[in-house]
C-alpha cells in the first residue's frame, strides 16, 4: 500500500515539475505575447500609413469578418501542434463539413445539422488521433491521409459540384451573417469558441496534460498521464473545430464549394506558428493563435487594399510560415534536422 502511496506520489510530483518547468522558461524571457503585440501594432501602423482607409471602422470590421473562419481553424490546430504533433486534414476536414451540413438541411433537419456536421469534424479527427497513437505513425502521415479521405467523401456528397443553399434555407445562416448590438455574429461565434478553449488549455486537466506532452512525452508517460488518450482528444477537438470553421463559412457565402476550404492549411499553421506556438511543442496556446491570426488578416487586409494579388499573398504568406518555424522551433529537441 505504501509503495503504491509513493508511487503515486512520485507520478504527479514529476508532472508537476515538467509543468513547473514549461512555466519557467514561457517566463524566463521577454513575455512573447507583448512581443506579438507590438509587432502586432506595428503592422497596423505600416498599413495605416500606407492607406488611410486601414483605420476606418467598416474595414475592421472586415478585418475581423475574414479573420473568424481562420481563427476557428486555428485554433484548432494551436492542440496538435501544442502536443508537438501536427493535424494537415483540417481543411479537408472543413471541407466535408461543409458538404455535410448542406446535404443535411436538404434532409429537412434543420438547426439539427449543425452540431452533427460538427460531430463530423470531430470524428474525422478522433480518427487521426487514433491511427496516429495506436498505429504510432507520424501525424503528419496519418493526417496526410484523412485529409483525402475527407475530400473524398466531401466530393462524392456534392458529385464534385458546388452546392447552394435553397432560398427555404436562408434564415438558417443569421446565426452566422447576422449581428448582436452591431457585432457580426460571425466574429461572436469565433470568440466563443476562443473562451472554451481558452478554458480548456488554461484551467482543465485536459490543457495541462496536453502541454506535458508537447514539453516531454516520455516523461509524461513515465509520469502517468495517459498519454494515448489526451493526444486523440486534442486531435478530436481539432476536428470539431475545423468542421465548424467549414460551416462558418459555408453559412457567410451561403454555398458550399468542395475546394473552398483547401487554401486555408497553409493559413492555419502559419498563424499558429506566427503566433508563438512551438513546432516542436510544449509552448504557446490559444491566447498566442489569437494574436498571429490578427496579424495575417492585418496582412491579408492590407495586401487587398494595396491592390496585391491572391497569388502573390500565398507567396507571402509561404514565407510568413517558413520565417515563423525558424523563429519558434526548439532545436535542443532535435539533435538531427532533417
Given at each position: 500500500m505504501n509503495n503504491k502511496k509513493r508511487l503515486k506520489n512520485f507520478k504527479k510530483l514529476n508532472t508537476q515539475t515538467l509543468l513547473s518547468q514549461v512555466i519557467a522558461f514561457q517566463k524566463s524571457k521577454v513575455s512573447p505575447n507583448i512581443i506579438l503585440v507590438l509587432v502586432l501594432m506595428l503592422v497596423c501602423a505600416v498599413m495605416a500609413i500606407i492607406n488611410p482607409i486601414f483605420l476606418s471602422t467598416a474595414n475592421a470590421i472586415i478585418i475581423l469578418t475574414e479573420f473568424s473562419v481562420i481563427f476557428v481553424l486555428g485554433i484548432g490546430e494551436t492542440f496538435p501542434i501544442l502536443m508537438g504533433g501536427i493535424d494537415l486534414s483540417v481543411a479537408g476536414v472543413a471541407t466535408l463539413s461543409t458538404m455535410a451540413v448542406l446535404q443535411l438541411?436538404?434532409?429537412?433537419?434543420?438547426?439539427?445539422?449543425?452540431?452533427?456536421?460538427?460531430?463530423?469534424g470531430a470524428g474525422m479527427g478522433f480518427l487521426t488521433g487514433v491511427i496516429h497513437v495506436k498505429g504510432k505513425l507520424p501525424s503528419f502521415l496519418v493526417s496526410l491521409g484523412t485529409m483525402g479521405i475527407?475530400?473524398?467523401?466531401?466530393?462524392?456528397?456534392?458529385?464534385?459540384?458546388?452546392?447552394?443553399?435553397?432560398?427555404?434555407?436562408?434564415?438558417?445562416?443569421?446565426w452566422v451573417i447576422g449581428s448582436f448590438f452591431g457585432v457580426p455574429n460571425i466574429i461572436l461565434n469565433a470568440f466563443i469558441v476562443f473562451f472554451i478553449c481558452f478554458f480548456l488549455e488554461r484551467y482543465t486537466r485536459f490543457g495541462r496534460y496536453i502541454k506535458a506532452?508537447?514539453?516531454?512525452?516520455?516523461?509524461?508517460?513515465?509520469?502517468?498521464?495517459?498519454?494515448?488518450?489526451?493526444?486523440?482528444?486534442?486531435?478530436?477537438?481539432?476536428?470539431?473545430?475545423?468542421?465548424?470553421?467549414?460551416?462558418?463559412?459555408?453559412?457567410?457565402?451561403?454555398v458550399g464549394s468542395p475546394r473552398s476550404a483547401e487554401p486555408m492549411l497553409l493559413t492555419a499553421i502559419a498563424v499558429v506558428v506566427l503566433g508563438?506556438?512551438?513546432?516542436?511543442?510544449?509552448?504557446?496556446?490559444?491566447?498566442?493563435?489569437?494574436?498571429g491570426a490578427l496579424i495575417i488578416s492585418v496582412i491579408r487586409n492590407g495586401m487587398t487594399i494595396g491592390d496585391i494579388g491572391v497569388f502573390y499573398q500565398q507567396i507571402i504568406e509561404g514565407i510568413i510560415v517558413i520565417a515563423a518555424v525558424a523563429g519558434t522551433l526548439d532545436?535542443?529537441?532535435i539533435p538531427i534536422i532533417k
Open positions: 438541411l436538404n434532409l429537412g433537419l434543420g438547426y439539427l445539422a449543425f452540431p452533427i456536421a460538427v460531430a463530423i475527407s475530400m473524398g467523401i466531401a466530393y462524392t456528397l456534392c458529385h464534385g459540384m458546388p452546392l447552394n443553399m435553397s432560398p427555404e434555407q436562408l434564415h438558417y445562416r443569421e506532452i508537447g514539453a516531454g512525452e516520455k516523461v509524461a508517460r513515465l509520469s502517468g498521464v495517459p498519454v494515448d488518450k489526451y493526444k486523440i482528444l486534442g486531435f478530436a477537438l481539432c476536428g470539431a473545430c475545423a468542421g465548424l470553421a467549414g460551416i462558418l463559412l459555408t453559412m457567410r457565402l451561403s508563438g506556438t512551438s513546432i516542436t511543442g510544449g509552448i504557446g496556446g490559444v491566447p498566442r493563435t489569437l494574436i532545436r535542443s529537441k
